[in-house]
């Protein structure tokens, strides 16, 4: 992610209507400006261009509105993009894991055919027991039946 320096003069200003649709219109523009920023970013950058002094106390109830989750991460980036703070060189930056290819790979197809057929085994050894078991407790209470009707 680019770190853009900018001064939030140069942002348009948020409309503070109650509804979304000031959030709305902004997070297009915001998206053109900070194209590798998450949403959480920019929900930030957008509250934070109003009011730099806010803490994720004062909008994160909002952020879940527009169903967003807020954390501290997301207010630290918005700052540094907002040219309010300086990007934390300790802190390492989280990398999203790169796109999985959802074509299966023959070795994982091949895992899955045998997964497959240890469950089918385990569920036709499961249903042979219980059919035994169903069995013996049928032979039982015949047993007991054949008891208790001779001894009357």
Avoid at 72 to 77: A, E, I, K, V
Avoid at 91 to 109: C, K, L, M, W, Y
Avoid at 110 to 115: A, K
């Amino acid at each position: 992610m680019s770190y853009d320096s900018t001064p939030s003069s140069h942002l348009p200003t948020p409309n503070t209507e109650t509804d979304s649709s000031g959030w709305d219109r902004a997070m297009d523009h915001l998206r053109q400006r900070f194209p590798n920023a998450s949403d959480s970013t920019l929900f930030c950058v957008f509250k934070l261009q109003s009011d730099s002094d806010l803490s994720l106390r004062d909008f994160r109830a909002e952020a879940r509105l527009h169903g967003l989750e807020i954390g501290g991460r997301s207010l630290h980036t918005a700052r540094v993009l907002l040219g309010l703070q300086e990007p934390n060189p300790t802190t390492p930056r989280i990398r999203r894991p790169a796109r999985v290819d959802p074509t299966p790979s023959p070795a994982s197809e091949e895992l899955e055919r045998s997964l497959i057929a240890a469950v089918q085994q385990i569920q036709s050894s499961a249903t042979a027991e219980s059919n035994r078991l169903r069995n013996a407790m049928r032979t039982a209470v015949d047993v007991l039946q054949r008891a208790l009707d001779g001894r009357e």
